[in-house]
């Protein structure tokens, strides 16, 4: 964990320090909405800060409605630092739009995790919601349907039509085979890769998978083949 003032009277954050943004949130059509975007600090202060997002052609945010969340990070020494900020102002110019954001008091790391899976059944569908980024920030998000192809006491895969990315906290309700009530679960995105023209593959890692859970799935990869 690293202190917002710490980062700026160390000057570790100083105007160009290159940052990431993941912006989630929904289309005009209620569709999810997920950017994330590489930015340029352009000031930062006690209480707010800006950035430049730079793009060539049209800018992603104009598609943007409603923001769910907006994780902020950056690397120092090799450490990924991030936090969750509120945007105050967005201002768009020719190739490029500044947004400003209030500072945040702390900055937090993260580890990964894997384990190996076994596969699931053809059809094995999910209903999903973006629910945040590395930990639970958002409410009343838009469902989606995604395509479970394996899973383990640690994580699953799917095939989705809609774009994830890295870092994003979902909700997962499933069923397992032979299973008759839904499992709930929330997991981390840790890739995200086109799989088709019009699908991506995501891989997601559970977070905090309640005991009961766990037995079932375990109880499932141990009657399932590899």
């Known amino acids: 964990m690293m202190n917002w003032t710490y980062a700026l009277t160390q000057h570790i954050l100083v105007p160009k320090t290159e940052c990431k943004l993941i912006i989630v949130g929904e289309n005009a059509d209620g569709q999810p909405f997920c950017l994330e975007t590489r930015v340029?600090?352009?000031?930062?202060?006690?209480?707010?800060?800006?950035?430049?997002?730079?793009?060539?052609?049209?800018n992603p945010l104009d598609k943007l409605e409603q923001i769910s969340f907006i994780e902020f990070s950056f690397q120092d020494q090799g450490i990924n630092y991030y936090s969750f900020v509120d945007l105050v102002?967005?201002?768009?110019?020719?190739?490029?739009?500044?947004?400003?954001?209030?500072?945040?008091q702390e900055l937090y790391s993260y580890q990964n995790r894997r384990h190996i899976r076994k596969p699931l059944p053809?059809?094995?569908?999910?209903?999903?919601?973006?629910?945040?980024?590395?930990?639970?920030?958002?409410?009343?998000?838009?469902?989606?349907?995604?395509?479970?192809?394996e899973i383990s006491r640690s994580g699953t895969s799917m095939i989705t039509s809609h774009r994830m990315i890295e870092s994003l906290m979902l909700e997962l309700s499933f069923h397992l085979p032979e299973v008759e009530a839904p499992l709930l679960l929330t997991g981390e995105v840790r890739s995200s890769t086109p799989f088709s023209s019009d699908s991506y593959r995501v891989g997601i890692e559970f977070h905090d998978v309640p005991l009961s859970s766990l037995n079932?799935?375990?109880?499932?990869?141990?009657?399932?083949?590899s």
């Open 40 to 58: 340029f600090l352009r000031e930062a202060g006690l209480d707010f800060f800006s950035v430049h997002v730079y793009f060539d052609l049209a």
């Open 89 to 104: 102002q967005l201002d768009p110019e020719v190739s490029s739009c500044v947004l400003k954001l209030v500072s945040p």
């Open 122 to 149: 053809p059809l094995t569908n999910a209903t999903c919601r973006v629910i945040g980024a590395r930990q639970n920030s958002a409410e009343d998000t838009p469902a989606f349907i995604g395509q479970l192809l």
């Open 216 to 225: 079932l799935i375990d109880t499932y990869c141990e009657q399932t083949s």
